[in-house]
């Protein structure tokens, strides 16, 4: 591990939480830093609390690798489900029952990876509207379950993809939606048996593109973050994993490969993610 990156370990595992108190756990600490700790039981399984190509001009080529990961990492919207769209319609509805359906001022991408509290929050901040930020949750979060299950967004290939990556090592998902949210889409075809550990950003102090999200997915997996794989879609979710010190891929199913190109490796298919982690085609 390099210098630079072990100094943002340290400095991101000083912060993790848990139901909002430091971690003092000396085994994933020291494991967090390549030390050796005590052993410890049995990790917490949900949480609550072709040759490879290059990616367009600017950005890094996709990284062929030979690591063996311990675990894997699975954002959600936007890479288990195409929900981007759709969460914006909900945020849409809502926003034009309320009156502002032209003058919201939200843009949409620049909230890609993060929590509907922020995206709400930053909105009541500017227009101060009479609807609470409980209200414009519930009624936001109601409209995009409705959606879900209208048009099931399940990404092609997704689900074969994550039963072969299981047979590997366990999975988890650490997604900026909330738990209704998350408990929905994974009632889906049954993903929820693929995932031994479930974290949202209700479960951490602080959302992507701090580390805290995945730190916390570390720790409930008992696997040391240098030794996780993260599967992203946004640029606040690739800073997040990076900041985390985990290897993290970027796939652009919703924003351009020059967008995501801090990530370790850019693919554009399920197809490249596979042949990337497991060298099958």
């Known amino acids: 591990m390099t210098a630079f990156r072990r100094a943002h370990l340290d400095t991101a ?13 000396p085994a994933f600490i020291g494991r967090c830093r390549g030390r050796a700790g005590p052993e410890v039981g049995a990790p917490v399984v949900v949480s609550r609390c072709a040759p490879f190509r290059q990616t367009q001009e600017g950005s890094s080529p996709m990284k062929p690798t030979t690591t063996k990961y311990e675990a894997f990492i699975f954002d959600m919207d936007g890479v288990v489900v195409d929900s981007e769209p759709l969460h914006e319609r909900a ?14 001022g939200i843009d949409f991408p620049a909230y890609y990876g993060k929590s509907d509290v922020v995206v709400w929050r930053d ?21 995009f379950g409705a959606l879900l299950q209208q048009e099931e967004p399940i990404f092609s290939g997704l689900p074969e993809l994550l039963a072969k990556l299981s047979a ?12 209704p949210t998350i408990n929905a889409v994974l009632a889906l075809r049954g993903l929820r048996r693929f995932f031994r550990v479930i974290v949202s950003s209700e479960d951490v102090t602080h959302g992507k593109p701090a580390p805290d999200i995945f730190l916390r997915t570390a720790e409930l997996l008992n696997v040391a973050p240098n030794e996780c ?8 979710g690739v800073e ?24 370790t490796s850019v693919v554009e298919t399920y197809e490249e993610l596979e042949q990337l982690l497991l060298g099958s085609r």
């Not at 595992?13 to 756990?25: E, F, K, L, N, Y």
Request: glycine letters at 8%; aromatic letters at 4%.
């Open 91 to 104: 945020f849409r509805e809502v926003l034009g029952e309320i009156g502002y359906g032209r003058t919201h």
């Open 123 to 143: 909105f009541i901040a500017r227009h101060r509207p009479a609807q609470s930020l409980e209200e414009l949750l519930a009624r936001k979060e109601k409209k």
């Open 13 to 25: 595992t000083s912060g993790i939480t848990r139901s909002g108190a430091p971690v003092s756990d």
């Open 240 to 263: 997040a994993a990076l900041a985390a010190g985990m290897t993290v891929i970027a796939i652009t199913n919703s924003l351009p490969a020059e967008k995501l190109s801090r990530a």
């Open 229 to 236: 794989c993260v599967i992203e879609d946004s640029a606040s």
């Open 168 to 179: 590997r090592g366990p999975l988890a998902l650490a997604s900026g939606s909330r738990h």
